[in-house]
């Protein structure tokens, strides 16, 4: 991708689109790690300045350009990973939600991995307390969960705090759990969760 024609070329802050090319690059980088061979990846041709995040699978990143959501990059590079892996092919169904929650999980490494504390975005301010919640805890009550984004930051939280890997740190962890999952396209997601 060419930074002067690709990347974010209507922002007018270029102290701060600078930055956002740095992070581009750290998280498609490490996102590629992610990936076992060179199909396995959507090609990022364009990133625009929008107000709503999103990804396409036409290799276009929409964000909205902010110094306090500057995360947000991290999470929708994570898309090309995930969108060509078997979990999506095999296991998701379509299901998009689970790709958020991957994303959600990515983003929240790559938070503490690359942002600074005068950057740090608070994303899901207390997704670290929530993951050694039970999951009653976060976001169900009763039997139901509370709309969509409760269960995406549910199973977001579930991903990223899969530890039982002691001998792993949280973020290897969290690569060997994806390691694992798309290894075997058998078992549901939401079982291996305990979400079913």
């Known amino acids: ?52 995040a999103s990804w396409s699978p036409d290799g276009t990143i929409k964000i909205p350009v902010s ?21 999506w092919h095999v296991r998701c169904n379509g299901n998009d939600q689970w790709g958020n929650a991957f994303c959600d999980a990515f983003r929240y490494f790559m938070d503490d991995l690359h942002l600074s504390d005068s950057e740090d975005t608070k994303f899901f301010p207390d997704f670290k307390s929530k993951m050694t919640k039970p999951t009653k805890d976060i976001v169900i009550v009763g039997d139901r969960y509370q709309g969509w984004a409760s269960r995406i930051v549910l199973k977001a939280c579930e991903i990223a705090g899969a530890r039982d890997m002691p001998e792993y740190s949280e973020y ?11 290894a075997d396209p058998n078992e549901p997601l939401t079982k291996y969760f305990g979400l079913a």
């Open 67 to 87: 110094c306090g959501n500057l995360g947000v990059i991290f999470h929708e590079v994570f898309h090309s990973a995930f969108h060509q892996s078997p979990l």
């Open 1 to 52: 991708m060419d930074y002067d024609s690709d990347f974010l070329k209507e922002c007018r802050d270029e102290r701060l689109r600078k930055r956002l090319w740095v992070l581009f690059q750290r998280a498609e980088e490490e996102a590629r790690t992610f990936c076992d061979s060179g199909n396995c990846w959507i090609r990022i041709l364009k990133v625009v300045e929008c107000a709503n």
């Open 172 to 182: 290897d962890a969290f690569k060997q759990l994806w390691r694992e999952r798309n």
